[in-house]
Nanobody, 123 residues
Framework: QVQLVESGGGLVQAGGSLRLSCAAS????????MGWFRQAPGKERGFVGA????????RYRDSVKGRFTISRDSASNTGFLQMNSLEPEDTAVYYC????????????????WGQGTQVTVSS
């Protein structure tokens, strides 16, 4: 099995930046897609972005394009979500997740989940 551990959440002013990390351990992770999701109060968990095991194929939800960047270090099985120009609408619990196979956008497609980390953006 795969364990995912997140870090980097916190409180930030609108326009600021945060960098989330997701450390994976357990099974060989190199062939896994790593995704990021978020859940705001009263909302369903939704897709933020994802990166393929090759590290060169990424996909983002429209609202974060140009502001968020996903990367991964295959050698250390660590994923990163760099969030710039944060807006109050970005406030949510953020989760990293992993799945076998290609990049997808649906929560049900992902097999393993981190514990979640709170991101709060004030205005």
């Amino acid at each position: 099995q795969v364990q995912l551990v997140e870090s980097g959440g916190g409180l930030v002013q609108a326009g600021g930046s945060l960098r989330l990390s997701c450390a994976a351990s357990g099974r060989t992770f190199g062939t896994f897609t790593m995704g990021w999701f978020r859940q705001a109060p009263g909302k369903e968990r939704g897709f933020v972005g994802a990166i393929s095991w090759l590290g060169g194929s990424t996909r983002y939800r429209d609202s974060v394009k140009g502001r968020f960047t996903i990367s991964r270090d295959s050698a250390s099985n660590t994923g990163f979500l760099q969030m710039n120009s944060l807006e109050p609408e970005d406030t949510a619990v953020y989760y990293c997740a992993a799945r076998r196979g290609i990049v997808t956008t649906m929560t049900a497609d992902y097999h393993y989940w981190g514990q979640g980390t709170q991101v709060t953006v004030s205005s």
